[in-house]
T-cell receptor
Framework: NAGVTQTPKFRILKIGQSMTLQCAQD?????MYWYRQDPGMGLKLIYY???????DKGEVPNGYNVSRSTTEDFPLRLELAAPSQTSVYFC????????????FGEGSWLTVV | GDSVTQMEGPVTLSEEAFLTINCTYT??????LFWYVQYPGEGLQLLLK?????DKGSNKGFEATYRKETTSFHLEKGSVQVSDSAVYFC????????????FGSGTRLQVQP
């Protein structure tokens, strides 16, 4: 199994540009998440989804949008990029049952200049 | 809301020294508890977990016990190696609703030869 796949791995954006971080999982997991990790900090939840067609905000959703049209895919859209969005982004998924281990993607390093 | 507090780093130890990284949490209900490790430039790897009170998680010589009475999940290792140098994150997962992870801010461990 490929697990959780994120693309791109690295990206440099100019202020005001938009882009989409892709996330796909092949484990038929219901729950999917987007986190961001700022330098020297822990991960903060941006958005999450408990199934296809259902998304909700986490702790730091401003400046981002998500969609979940299929079980496999959970793209994160950055609109009007700002330097404060320079971060490492992690996508993750779990099946949904209590106690399940969460699976992380390898991360996407984004710099906004 | 849920929160995780870790001891601040960096923690600097000599090889073969005993390691303790403190972690306490605040949560409603009965969360699952996790330790993740992050090596430079990499994503997060699950180190160990515990899903109920008094459970002990262990892996690669690391151990942590879920202490409900003190709301703690301290990470320990009897003899650290240079290869253990990394950032360690304590996290909890709510067992209802979104099942997302809440992370501590991380503790950097530096092991010197």
């Amino acid at each position: 199994n490929a697990g959780v796949t994120q693309t791109p791995k690295f990206r440099i954006l100019k202020i005001g540009q938009s882009m989409t971080l892709q996330c796909a999982q092949d484990m038929n997991h219901n729950y999917m998440y987007w986190y961001r990790q700022d330098p020297g900090m822990g991960l903060k939840l941006i958005y999450y989804s408990v199934g296809a067609g259902i998304t909700d905000k986490g702790e730091v959703p401003n400046g981002y949008n998500v969609s979940r049209s299929t079980t496999e895919d959970f793209p994160l859209r950055l609109e009007l990029a700002a330097p404060s969005q320079t971060s490492v982004y992690f996508c993750a998924s779990i099946p949904g049952a209590a106690g399940n281990t969460i699976y992380f993607g390898e991360g996407s390093w984004l710099t906004v200049v | 809301g849920d929160s995780v507090t870790q001891m601040e780093g960096p923690v600097t130890l000599s090889e073969e020294a005993f390691l303790t990284i403190n972690c306490t949490y605040t949560a409603t209900g009965y969360p699952s508890l996790f330790w993740y490790v992050q090596y430079p430039g990499e994503g997060l790897q699950l180190l160990l977990k515990a899903t109920k009170a008094d459970d002990k998680g262990s892996n690669k010589g690391f151990e942590a016990t879920y202490r409900k009475e003190t709301t703690s999940f301290h990470l320990e290792k009897g003899s650290v190696q240079v290869s253990d140098s990394a950032v360690y994150f304590c996290a909890l997962s709510d067992q209802r609703g979104r099942r997302a992870l809440t992370f501590g801010s991380g503790t950097r461990l530096q092991v010197q030869p």
